[in-house]
């Protein structure tokens, strides 16, 4: 198995465009996680699905940040409009039910100058 | 609320030491505490977990010991070896599959 996969691996956009990032999770899991790791703040959860819905959004930072997944093989994370305190390292985790592991993927290093 | 604590933040061990790193939580309710590790450029990678059940695990070179009443728990890694140098976070959830709440984590270095 490949692993949970993220894209792009580096981002780097200037203040108030549109970031996109994207995930796919391990075949046959049903449970996706969005964290967001700083410096400051370490590594913190954004969002989960579990089935592709949406369960616990309440660690989204605020309006600017959205997140789907239309189907079990991909999520996206929206950032618009990106600031430079949205600078940080977004991983995307998969696991199973009954399994508390969960596998992350390599992260998506944003740089929103 | 930091919800779990990690210390030290950074460690330097000979090779061969036993580093050892600490965590505590404050919730009662979680009931998984597992250990990531995390090397530079990629995703952090279940090492061992334990539940509160349990007051010790063994898994090879790492051990994991858990206090219950004391509400701490603590990452052992006997005999190091440079290929240990890494980050390495602890963790704590609710039963099921639930978000990971993660400490700080540790930074540490295994030296020749």
């Known amino acids: 198995d490949a692993g949970v996969i993220q894209s792009p691996r580096h981002e780097v956009t200037e203040m108030g465009q549109e970031v996109t990032l994207r995930c796919k999770p391990i075949s046959g899991h049903d449970y996706l996680f ?22 616990d ?39 199973w039910t009954g399994n ?3 596998y992350f993927g390599p992260g998506t290093r944003l740089l929103v100058l | 609320q930091q919800q779990v604590k990690q210390s030290p933040q950074s460690l330097i061990v000979q090779k061969g030491g036993i580093p050892i790193i600490n965590c505590a939580y404050e919730n009662t309710a979680f009931d998984y505490f597992p250990w990531y590790q995390q090397f530079p450029g990629k995703g ?21 010991s858990f206090n219950k009443s004391a509400k701490q728990f603590s990452l052992h890694i006997m005999d190091s070896q440079p290929g240990d140098s890494a ?16 400490g700080k984590g540790t930074r540490l270095s295994v030296i020749a």
């Open chain 1, 34 to 55: 969005w964290y967001r790791q700083t410096m400051m703040r370490g590594l913190e959860l954004l969002i989960y699905f579990n089935n592709n819905v949406p369960i």
């Open chain 1, 57 to 95: 959004d309440s660690g989204m930072p605020e309006d600017r940040f959205s997140a789907k997944m239309p189907n079990a093989s991909f999520s996206t994370l929206k950032i618009q409009p990106s600031e430079p305190r949205d600078s940080a390292v977004y991983f995307c985790a998969s696991g």
């Open chain 1, 100 to 102: 508390e592991t969960q």
């Open chain 2, 44 to 64: 952090p990678a279940l090492l061992i977990a334990i539940r509160p059940d349990v007051s010790e695990k063994k898994e090879g070179r790492f051990t994991i």
């Open chain 2, 87 to 102: 980050t390495y976070f602890c963790a704590a959830s609710f039963s099921g599959n639930t978000p990971l709440v993660f």
